[in-house]
């Protein structure tokens, strides 16, 4: 059991995607294994799949086990070919060249990801309804940052936010864990105004699929 404070965490999104490795098989394993002629890669690098799995479309993920021509997706696991049918999870790979970290932030809070249930009863029931769990809830980041537009993420934010397309995020936290996923940049270039209070701009990270977090004590 450990209480941990969130100082010194960092957010950085994507500014320079590698070209597109086409994944010309993808196992159900896990960690799944792709394979990929000549792909360049070495483990540790980080980087956007596209995939015939909507499950694993656009979520972003660290590669282990690399070898001539093929890679793992470390921690993801597609044994289940309910979820993942056998053959149909080829794509690509783009291996994220650069970050810029988001500095000066002065609060950051989540919200969404609440699971939404199905309720119902039949007729014949007399008592209590029945629930089945189904989706969650549309997830976003919000961060709320000093206003300064003389450093260099002011620029990669207003780029991003008018793109309006999916940048890999990455979240690393005081413990060394890290935390990465795909948002859409929405950025308000219009500081708070609050006597008293540092001028803020807000950053929203609209969340697309499913993060993927790796401990602190992984590469």
Known sequence: MSVKLPN????????ALAAAIT????????PAQATAAAHGLANGDVGVITSGW???????????????G??????????????FPAGAGIGTFRKVQTWQPITQVLESSMS???QQ???YQFLEDTGDERQIPTIRSARAA??????DDSLPQYGVLETADTERQ??????VLPSGSKIYYAAIVSFNKVPTLTKNQAMALTVTLSIQGEPTRYSGAQA
């Open 8 to 15: 010194g965490a960092i957010h950085s999104i994507a500014t």
């Open 23 to 30: 994944i010309t098989a993808l196992s159900n394993a896990n």
């Open 54 to 68: 909507p499950a694993l479309d656009g979520r972003v993920v660290r590669v282990i086990d690399v070898d001539q």
């Open 70 to 83: 093929t890679f793992a997706l470390e921690g993801i696991d597609t044994t289940d070919t309910a979820r």
């Open 112 to 114: 969404g990801g609440e």
């Open 117 to 119: 249930f199905y309720n």
């Open 142 to 147: 919000t961060l709320q940052i000093a206003d």
């Open 166 to 171: 999916a940048r890999a995020v990455s979240l």
